[in-house]
């Protein structure tokens, strides 16, 4: 297997966490992100540090073509890509009917549209050569409904029963897709989302950490990982038996504001 990995949301958090942690392991990387100029500044900092090649794209997913712009970009350059991390996603605050649609319609758009269309794009290369790790970021958002955040909620658990599904797909290919739950991660996701005053984010975990633990479940082709032992065991273990009602009002308390 190669090893060049595509990364997107590259710019930040937990996205340049991965491009740190594959660089540092000799790993050639596509970086992709809104903001060019905090790109070539990571391409510098990784080459300079790792000596590998890293080629930059500057993409907005939540255009709709961007997927198709990515994917000429890569094959104009001939490069094969070996590992897709799906990164990319933003969320928001606020009760559903009172949010801007054009907002929520962008966001459905990044987190699942566009991830499921460059998903698509590099899979079959990967069925092809019978090598490839593709790495979804999903959320502890995905094991239940979200009052104040409800169509982020709503797009992370597609992620989470997309990347369980083309799992069992590609059995016996090779190729292995993985989906990365964590629960709160202190990046700029609190600010993008209108999240401050939310408890949850008083003790998130570092982008650092969340990499590593997504990067290296990958690794192992682990079909889910959740990143908090705590998580884990109250996602599976004790939200599936409480009454409807009583988890939509713990989740819901969850996201209120101080």
């Not at 032992?229 to 996201?255: D, Y």
């Amino acid at each position: 297997m190669g090893n060049t990995a595509l990364i997107t949301g590259a710019s930040s958090g937990i996205g340049k966490e991965f491009a740190r942690y594959h660089g540092a392991r000799g790993g050639d990387l596509v970086l992709v992100a809104r903001s060019k100029e905090k790109l070539k500044e990571l391409k510098t900092e990784l080459e300079n540090n790792h000596g590998i090649s890293v080629m930059v794209i500057a993409a907005d997913l939540a255009v709709p073509d961007s997927a198709d712009q990515i994917f000429a970009a890569t094959e104009e350059a001939g490069l094969e890509i070996d590992i897709l991390i799906n990164n990319a996603g933003f969320g928001g605050h606020g009760k559903f009917h009172q949010r801007k649609l054009a907002r929520d319609l962008a966001m459905m758009q990044v987190n699942m549209t566009s991830l499921v269309a460059l998903t698509h794009l590099y899979l079959k290369g990967m069925v092809q050569r019978n090598s490839g790790k593709i790495l979804h970021v999903a959320s502890t958002a995905a094991f239940l409904p979200g009052p104040l955040q409800a169509v982020y909620y709503a797009t992370k658990s597609f992620v989470l029963s997309f990347s369980q599904a083309i799992a069992q797909e590609l059995e016996g290919t090779g190729v292995t897709s993985t989906a990365l739950c964590p629960g709160a991660v202190a990046t700029g996701f609190v600010a993008a989302g209108d999240l401050y005053g939310v408890k949850v984010f008083d003790n998130a975990a570092s982008a650092e950490s969340v990499a590593e633990c997504g990067y290296e479940a990958m690794l192992k082709g682990d079909l889910v990982k959740i990143n908090e032992k705590g998580l884990h065991f109250m996602l599976n273990w004790v939200v599936p038996f409480l009454p409807r009602k009583t988890v939509l009002k713990i989740s819901q308390q969850s996201m209120e504001k101080c």
